[in-house]
């Protein structure tokens, strides 16, 4: 193709139909035609079809293999030469539904929630190529430009791993989240519990509020519309189940089978080197919290991000004799770097203070409220 391809997206004011459109403008500078199944002034499916070389499908997962469905029909062939993808979280259906038509057909599935940076970098993207010719070379640069660990999968192997991978994960989470709704009345909700956390608790805390705090359809979606979810989610009732009844017996024997099935057959399936990289992984992300949660820090936006703003706003500590003993940095839904600077508790408050006052009145950084 001489020119560069046009983007179409189906589910275009869904949340990674916006993320991606943006992504398409601004980090490969492509033309995008976003079409909103509820929006009558956004372009018609025909013209959709007509204007796409490229035709992305970002709808809720249970509708998304009759849409496409539908724009086979319309399509009729003239989708020939051109480029199909999806990004949904499951990826039989979809990708089956693509492969009736005549197009080149790709299923994504970037594992996590449309992020706060502008590409996936430090995120997994599952890769079902399922036929893929004259298109590879263009596929090849998406993903560099996504910045994703791109991971291959046919997509009947994606969504058997995704019921482990999503649905378990989900499902244990929310039935926690159920069992704390059912204790608080006694011991308080979530927050009056986090005084008392360990870092496991802490983190499971995190998951169950991040997946609260998003789109039950997507959950609900990934439960209902995998065929594999449900015998996985037998299987860890009957995990549960046994633990019960171990307890519930309470004695020599149940506790030797307990070490015995729980830990002495799961380390051994696990392997010693995955026990050993998730037991450090585990450490890293504890390390993490405790920063986070140390009340000896500033938090500093740099107005200017570009290479050398970090070393400017470190050398004011530096100047001022004030050690810094973390750093760690994020980005706002503006797409603003804010970054998190602690200190040892014995640091001099004077020195801090001055320090502080110099990045702000400079116009190095700017003091954000803690």
């Known amino acids: 193709m001489s020119r560069p391809p046009v983007i179409g997206i189906v589910g275009s004011a869904g949340a990674y139909g916006r993320w991606l459109a943006r992504f398409f403008r601004e980090r490969m500078g492509l033309q995008v035609i976003g079409r909103d199944p509820a929006d009558p002034a956004s372009p018609g499916e025909r013209e959709l079809l007509d204007r796409s070389d490229v035709l992305l499908f970002a709808a809720p997962i249970r509708s998304t293999p009759a849409l496409i469905r539908d724009y086979v029909r319309l399509a009729g062939g003239s989708e020939r030469g051109k480029l199909w993808l999806d990004v949904t979280s499951i990826k039989a259906a979809p990708v089956a539904a693509m492969l009736e038509s005549q197009a080149e057909v790709v299923g994504l599935h970037p594992m996590t929630a449309p992020p706060k940076s502008p590409t ?190 970090l070393r400017a706003l470190l050398h004011v500590f530096e100047r001022h004799g004030v050690s810094i003993a973390s750093l760690h940095s994020s980005r706002t839904p503006a797409g603003e770097v804010h970054f998190r600077l602690g200190f040892d508790t014995d640091t001099d408050p004077a020195a801090l203070r001055a320090a502080a006052d110099e990045v702000d009145r400079s116009g190095i950084g700017r003091l954000l409220a803690q």
């Open 120 to 309: 996936l970098k430090g995120r997994v993207m599952v890769v079902c190529e399922a036929r893929l010719d004259a298109w590879r070379g263009w596929v090849d640069g998406l993903r560099a430009a996504l910045e994703a660990e791109c991971v291959p999968a046919t997509p009947e192997h994606h969504d058997r791993v995704m019921a482990l991978v999503q649905a378990m994960v989900h499902a244990t989470h929310l039935a926690q989240a159920g069992v704390l709704r059912e204790y608080a009345p006694v011991l308080g909700n979530l927050r009056a519990l986090l005084p008392f956390r360990s870092a496991s608790f802490e983190m499971d805390g995190a998951i169950i509020a991040r997946i609260l705090s998003l789109n039950p359809s997507i959950y609900e979606d990934i439960q209902f519309g995998n065929p594999h979810a449900a015998p996985v989610l037998d299987a860890l009732l009957a995990e549960l189940t046994r633990l019960r009844g171990q307890i519930g017996q309470g004695d020599d024997a149940a506790r030797a089978g307990f070490r015995e099935h729980f830990f002495d057959a799961n380390r051994a399936a696990l392997g010693a080197q995955a026990l050993a990289d998730g037991n450090y992984g585990y450490e890293r992300i504890g390390y993490l919290l405790a920063d986070l949660s140390d009340p000896h820090t500033l938090s500093i936006h740099l107005p200017e991000d570009r290479p050398g703003s």
